[in-house]
């Protein structure tokens, strides 16, 4: 009887030397092209992502439009946010006035601190009074100390 041919070893040991770009280009990992589980298009999808970071809107406290004697017709905003990072990290924001079709009609500045954001603008500004109140929306963004922002938070009046 004839004793049994040696195999050589260095194949395997070769993957096992040069892994991960080795093992991926000789094909050592196992995996098929079309393995679907090895198919990882969820990064390609930014719908999915959300922003572990981003501050958020909880909720919208007052949108208030009144006739002031000083002012004229005026909108008054409080809004209440959080942040991961903690909600006196919120610096600013911003509030657009869509109109009914959806067009911004006018964008204003938000300031914030302690988890609230203020802010008001005059019907003489932009044309935006009173008698807008229920057919415009309101879109506020948040943002935090580092440049995080919100997701839009619609308000419709």
């Known amino acids: 009887m004839k004793p049994a041919p040696v195999q050589s070893a260095a194949p395997a040991i070769f993957c096992l030397l040069l892994l991960p770009l080795a093992a991926i280009a000789s094909g050592c990992t ?20 959300v922003d572990e970071f981003a501050p958020s809107i909880t909720v919208v ?3 208030d439009c ?3 004697q000083s002012a004229g017709e005026a909108w008054d905003l409080v809004l209440a946010v959080d942040d991961p990072q903690g909600a ?3 610096e600013e924001g911003t509030v657009a006035v869509l109109s009914e079709e959806g067009g911004e009609m006018a964008v204003y500045v938000l300031a914030c601190g302690g ?9 003489e500004y932009d044309g935006i ?7 415009v929306t309101l879109r506020f963004i948040v943002v935090d100390i580092n ?3 919100s997701e839009p938070y619609d308000y419709p009046t």
């Open 88 to 90: 006196d990290t919120v």
């Open 61 to 63: 406290n007052t949108v």
């Open 115 to 123: 988890g609230t954001c203020v802010g008001s603008f005059r019907a």
């Open 129 to 135: 009074g009173c008698s807008l109140q229920g057919s």
């Open 30 to 49: 196992g995996a098929k092209a079309d393995d679907p589980a090895e198919d990882d298009t969820s990064a390609l999808d930014d719908t999915a992502e």
């Open 147 to 149: 440049g995080n922002s």
């Open 66 to 68: 009144a006739e002031y």
